[in-house]
């Protein structure tokens, strides 16, 4: 395995903290779009964001800081929190000075109090009207990142709000077409049905072939010993297809969503891996050593 280049890094110019919490980017809220049905108790939203052209840039699979308005119980300004950017370089609208993110409202139960607790962050993101200003950093990461070969496979693994950065990759794969063939599967987790985030958009780009798509849906399906579906599951229905990519053809995996989904992802490509007579123990770290494995979860 070639484990010298880099293939989402070559020779790129990658933007990195334009902005810090003390000085942070004045942006401004465009607008806000439910992507989850209004009397769903999961309210997941698409933000988007504009700036003043020429202020800001971003590449696809970057994350970009907020820092809510307000101090913490301490007296403190309130830590950023990071969102994954979920549209193209150009922005949705392809003119260059905007950023969307898809935020999920977070509910809690305080695990000491056992009382019902609101997410700071995205409590005030998911109720901000068009207008509003928003404090930003950023944009941060180097590596989760398009390659810019346009032949090798993209394997995107994705539970909930983690399909963000994978929406900004196809949305930047759409705007920069390519005649060369391309193996892009997204594997994604979600509970329920409703909760298939831009779901018209991945039907569209499934139904025209520029995206293969399978779909965990934990709360509706089940193994065949009466588990939840998760993404690990599709993974190793599919192992056929998905290890030649990785094994011979140059794949990039990328995962993106909760934490947990790692551990099993990687016991799913470790299973692969075994039944092909390949050593996962050592692949695993090479993968990761050439850029070609990338996980962000959280
Ligand atoms: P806080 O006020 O910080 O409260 C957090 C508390 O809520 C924690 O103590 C925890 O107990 C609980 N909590 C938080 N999340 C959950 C959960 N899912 N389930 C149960 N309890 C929970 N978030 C997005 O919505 N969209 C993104 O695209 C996104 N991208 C990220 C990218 C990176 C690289 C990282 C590190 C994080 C990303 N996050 C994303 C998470 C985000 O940064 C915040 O942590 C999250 O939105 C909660 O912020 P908050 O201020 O509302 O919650
Ligand atoms: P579930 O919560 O039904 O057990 P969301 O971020 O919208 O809550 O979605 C996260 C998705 O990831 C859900 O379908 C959730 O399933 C699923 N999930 C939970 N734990 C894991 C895990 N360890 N590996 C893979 N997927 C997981």
Redesign the pocket.
Known sequence: MDTTTNPTQAKRDIPINLFRPQAPLAMTLVSTKRLTPEDHP?D?RHLVLEYTEGAFRYLEGQSIGVIPPGTSEAGKPHQLRLYSVASKRAGDDGQGHSVSFCV?RVRYTDPESGEERLGITTNYLCDLEPGAEIATTGPVGRTFLLPEDPTIPLVMIA????VAPFRAFWEQLAATPSQAPRDVWLFF???TSA?ILYHDEIRHLVDSGALKLSL????EQQTADGK?V???HRLAEHADAIWPLVAERQAIVYLC??K??E???EEAFADMAHRHGADWEAMLPALKKAHRWHAETY
């Open positions: 999961s997941v999920k539970t909930g709000t983690g987790g979600v509970p909760e965990a849906i934990s709360r939840r998760y993404v690990q969503g909760i947990g989904m551990k099993g992802v």
